[in-house]
Structure formats: C-alpha cells, structure tokens
C-alpha cells in the first residue's frame, strides 16, 4: 500500500523566511501534485510533477521531484502571510490510480 | 462559470437520516470522484467513476453509494447517517490521460447529530 509522509505537519514561520516542506512516498511513482487548501476552503491544484527532477516554480513557492529518493520538496521563499494555508503532496503510484494524499502541512506566515 | 459544483455546501442531520450531495462538473472531464476530508484534514478517496463507470470503489460501509447518471454528474447518496460520518466531502473530477491533476469542488460539510 502506498504511503504519503509529509513532513512537518505544522510549520509556522515569518514573513521574509526561506523553508522547505518534505513528501516522501513509499512506492515507485514519477507523478506527483501540490495542492493548497485555505482554511474552510476547496482544494486548488499548484503543481503537477510528472518525471524525475522535473521542477516547477509559482512566485514564492517552488516543487521539485527526485524519483530514486521518492521525494518530493516544497519550497518557499520569502514567505508572505497569503501564503499561510494548508498544503498536500499526492501521489498517484501507476498512471490512471488513485491520488493518495499526504497528511498535509499547515503553514502559518506571522508579520 | 464554476468549473466543479456541488451542493449542498452545509448538511446538518440527525443520526439514522438518509442524504445525498450532488455534484456537477462542466468542464468535459470524463473522471469524478468522491473524497473524504476529517476532522484530521486527512484526505481518503471513496469513489471513483470514469464515463459513468465505476473504477475506485474504497472501502466505504455499503451505506454510501455513488450514482453517475451522465459523465458531468456524481451524486452521493447516504443511508442511515452516522456520527462518523460527519466530515467535508469533496467532489472532484479529471481527465484521464493528460496530467490528471484534479478539479475540487467547494466541499459539503456534513454533520450529524
């Protein structure tokens, strides 16, 4: 059974600050997504990552994916308070199965 | 306009009800699905239907059961609501074949009492 870490569960940080969230997976997979969820809110789709090393950047935040080391990281640069949300890796283990989601990162950017 | 809908947003109940979300997408995507979202933020899938076929049927109590009439339309129905049950369920829908990234729905949160 495939299984989604993310690490840390929690992270609060200020405005101005550099830091990485971690999704490790257990399986073989050359697909993964970000997506945000802002409190009481749907989920919105950031990134899709569809080979090894492959690496996508949004203004502040950026994803990378390392196939061999199962592991995808989330990084985010200069953080702003827009950004404090809850954030999920999914992982889809063949083409056409199902997302399985990590626990989610809950980020807060304090002023 | 919105791409993924559903309704209805809040659904407050008592134990032993039985009720059904209903979800409409009119973005041609010939996926949908049926995720639960805990009290945690943990997100499972339920169901998964593509063109009107069930593919992903997770291990959900036989109350739950999903009804894709047309390929733009998921609708989940529940009986004998429990107090478990109360989550946010989200809809959502893809198509197969591209990146497959998936199109969320605003959420029904679900309570029962």
């Known amino acids: 059974e495939l299984k989604v870490e993310q690490n840390p569960l929690f992270l609060s940080m200020q405005e101005g600050k550099n830091y990485t969230i971690y999704c490790n997976y257990s399986?073989?997979?050359?697909?993964l997504y970000w997506y945000r969820q802002d409190p009481g809110k749907s989920l919105e789709s950031l990134f899709v990552?569809?080979?090894?090393?492959a690496v996508k950047q949004e203004g502040r935040l950026m994803a990378s994916l390392d196939t061999k080391a199962r592991l995808s990281t989330l990084h985010i640069t200069a953080a702003v308070h827009d950004l404090s949300a809850t954030y999920f890796c999914?992982?889809?283990?063949?083409?056409?199965?199902?997302?399985?989601f990590g626990e989610g990162t809950q980020l807060t950017v304090n002023p | 306009d919105t791409a993924v809908s559903q309704t209805p947003k809040y659904l407050v109940t008592q134990m032993g009800n039985d009720k059904s979300i209903k979800c409409e997408q009119n973005?041609?995507?010939?996926?949908m699905y049926w995720y639960k979202q805990d009290s945690k933020k943990f997100l499972k899938i339920m169901f998964s239907?593509?063109?009107?076929?069930?593919?992903i049927n997770e291990t959900v109590p036989n109350r739950f059961s999903p009804k894709s009439p047309d390929k733009a339309h998921l609708n989940l129905h529940i009986n004998s609501l429990e107090l478990g049950d109360s989550a946010v369920y989200f809809c959502?829908?893809?198509?197969?074949?591209?990146?497959?990234?998936?199109?969320f729905g605003s959420g029904t949160q679900l309570s029962v009492l």
């Open positions: 959502a829908s893809s198509q197969r074949g591209i990146n497959e990234k998936l199109f």
């Open positions: 399986t073989t997979s050359d697909r």
């Open positions: 990552l569809l080979s090894n090393g």
């Open positions: 999914a992982v889809e283990e063949t083409s056409g199965s199902r997302l399985t």
């Open positions: 973005l041609g995507h010939d996926t």
């Open positions: 239907y593509n063109n009107k076929e069930l593919i």
